[in-house]
């Protein structure tokens, strides 16, 4: 049985990890290769599948953490990341410093993707622990909880618009009912979920945030330290404001929606950044900027690697026929709609990792049955993609992301982060059904 096989994989991993002390990116490839041979793939095809997934999902995250660390770096080490969060905890006091985070990171979350949110802030959110003298988690919880739950609930991001458009959802709909649930989320999920580990003793990981003292006299002030860290959001938004406002046939508009391309946006802003915190007042050199930006890249070549061992895996589980399995076991339920395409996705998600793949699986096999039922198709939307958060599993680039930048291990991430995500998972569902009570 193809469910079978997902959990020898997983509890294979798991060993190799734990108790062999194998490096993750070996122990993903190792077990995506047994994934595949227990699902009956020829071994030629598992080794393509691997170099697909890796090669799909590095294609994906390479160009924006590559580009992200490096902007990151330079902001932290001219002192941009000190100069932020000096006056984020000025502003909000040190006991409140969590809450300024998960604002900043819901605002953020809203318009950027994931990843980009991921990479631009983080920096951001180590600094803030060290200047205000919390653990780590304390503030990374909130942070991780907001960019999550905007990317779930509300539209533009890419799982609940593909959903909305294969069900032809209304999107403005979907985004009020996304609002009404991903707000009190992220506060019970943020902030106040986050004492639960405010405790935990991680140590920041050294190569990945500046601590060396800064001269505040010299280091640029926080209008100009905040543009620049913020000038990545401002071109996307341009660019998406283009898209919805020019013909797509005019110069501008190709001009306009080049640069806010996320890759794009973060290579302009990185040269900005270099003028900012370096050459503008002769801050530093060329060749010490580039001594950074080379610092920056070897520092994540070991993340980069992992997260394409988490996308081989997942491509391997994709291969092997899982989703189509899945589908035809799920096939004649008979429960409420809303509550069979949760489980539907919850267990898609956990087989595969991918949310995009979750979300497309399950929005087709649902369909019929939102036609069918007369359901709203707006709130489906919104419990389809609650499940696509669900268990955060090792298939899923997320897991190792949050595993690597906070220094966790498997066994920590797994009570942080994946727990978190579950819950927030079946918030949703039981949001949707309050709400389908209420407009029912």
């Avoid at 907001?146 to 593909?162: E, K, N, Q, R």
């Avoid at 801050?283 to 994540?300: F, V, W």
């Avoid at 035809?328 to 429960?335: A, D, L, R, S, Y």
Wanted: glycine share 8%.
């Amino acid at each position: 049985m193809p469910l079978i096989a997902l959990a020898l994989g997983i509890i294979i991993l798991f060993i190799l990890i734990i108790v062999f002390k194998l490096n993750a990116f070996l122990s993903l490839i190792i077990s995506a290769i047994f994934v595949g041979l227990f699902q009956g793939m020829e071994p030629l095809e598992i080794v393509k599948s691997i170099e697909s997934g890796l090669g799909s999902t590095l294609g994906h995250l390479a160009i924006i953490i590559g580009l992200g660390a490096i902007l990151g770096k330079l902001i932290s080490e001219g002192g941009g990341a000190n100069r932020i969060a000096t006056t984020l905890i000025k502003v909000f006091g040190e006991k409140r410093v969590d809450w300024a985070i998960c604002l900043a990171s819901f605002i953020l979350g809203i318009i950027l993707f994931y990843e980009v949110t991921y990479i631009l802030l983080i920096p951001i959110v180590y600094t803030v622990a060290i200047e205000a003298k919390v653990k780590l988690m304390r503030v990374g919880i909130p942070f991780l909880a907001a960019i999550s739950i905007t990317h779930v609930f509300l539209p533009p991001h890419p799982g609940p618009t593909a959903i909305a458009a294969a069900l032809g959802a209304n999107l403005g709909v979907v985004l009020g009912y996304g609002f009404l649930l991903a707000i009190p989320a992220t506060i019970i999920f943020g902030p106040l979920f986050g004492r639960l580990y405010k405790n935990w003793d991680i140590e920041i990981p050294s190569h990945l945030v500046s601590k060396k003292e800064f001269n505040m006299d010299e280091v640029p002030s926080f209008a100009t330290s905040i543009l620049t860290a913020l000038s990545p959001v401002i071109l996307i938004l341009i660019g998406v404001i283009a898209q919805f406002s020019i013909s797509e046939t005019s110069s501008t508009y190709k001009i306009l929606t080049f640069i806010g391309n996320a890759d794009i946006a973060l290579l302009i802003s990185l040269l900005i950044a270099v003028y900012v915190f370096g050459l503008h007042k002769k801050r530093k050199t060329m060749p010490q900027l580039m001594k950074i930006a080379e610092e920056a890249l070897i520092s994540m070549g070991g993340i980069i690697f992992i997260l394409g061992g988490g996308g081989a895996f997942k491509q391997v589980i994709l291969d092997s026929g899982m989703a189509e399995y899945i589908s035809e076991f799920t096939n004649g339920w008979n429960i409420s709609p809303f509550v069979l395409a949760w489980i539907i996705a919850a267990i898609i998600r956990l087989a595969v990792g991918s949310a995009t793949v979750t979300v497309l699986t399950t929005a087709g096999i649902m369909l019929p049955i939102v036609q069918a039922t007369g359901v709203s198709p707006e709130l489906m939307v919104i419990a389809i993609a609650s499940a696509s958060i669900a268990w955060a599993p090792p298939s899923d680039v997320s897991f190792w992301m949050t595993k690597e930048y906070f220094n966790l291990t498997i066994v920590q991430t797994i009570k942080s982060v994946c727990f978190m995500y579950t819950l927030v998972a079946i918030y949703g569902l039981l949001g949707v059904l309050a709400l389908n009570m209420l407009i029912g």
